[in-house]
């Protein structure tokens, strides 16, 4: 099993270097299968979601779109996968970041009560609770 970083994910949807993209699209279809997945951590995940928002504008559908379709992927295992679909759950229906949604579900598994902080977006989201 290979990792796969960012810039991988970010060349394969974005396609706007022809040979990067190239390069991620060959790895991805002759590198990960069933038997060989490739391994897509929570934190590449919020960093592609981050960048495909802050760099290339894609719209907030637009993200939920990407981010189920890598959660469907055979060929790809993203780590915490059930943590992920709740925080993908969040992110659908809240303003909130996906990396807020997926802090106050990691939060959550961990034991936390609530994720305490000043970021009033976040506290909207029932994981967590403003300080004031």
């Not at 390069?23 to 299968?33: G, I, N, T, V, W």
């Not at 807020?100 to 598994?109: F, M, P, T, V």
Request: proline share 2%.
């Amino acid at each position: 099993m290979n990792g796969i970083d960012t810039n991988i994910l970010v060349r394969f949807f974005m396609q706007d270097n022809t040979s990067q993209f190239n390069l991620s699209r060959q790895f991805l279809l002759m590198e990960c299968s069933r038997s060989q997945p490739g391994y897509i951590n929570t934190i590449v995940l919020c960093e592609l979601i981050w960048t495909l928002k802050r760099t290339y504008k894609l719209k907030r559908e637009q993200l939920i779109l990407i981010i189920e379709q890598l959660l469907d992927v055979e060929q790809a295992i993203i780590e915490e996968q059930d943590l992920v679909r709740r925080a993908l759950k969040d992110f659908r229906f809240s303003k909130a970041d996906f990396a807020d949604c997926l802090i106050g579900q990691k939060n959550l598994k961990a034991g936390c009560k609530q994720t305490i902080t000043f970021d009033r977006t976040a506290a909207s989201l029932d994981s967590f609770e403003p300080l004031s």
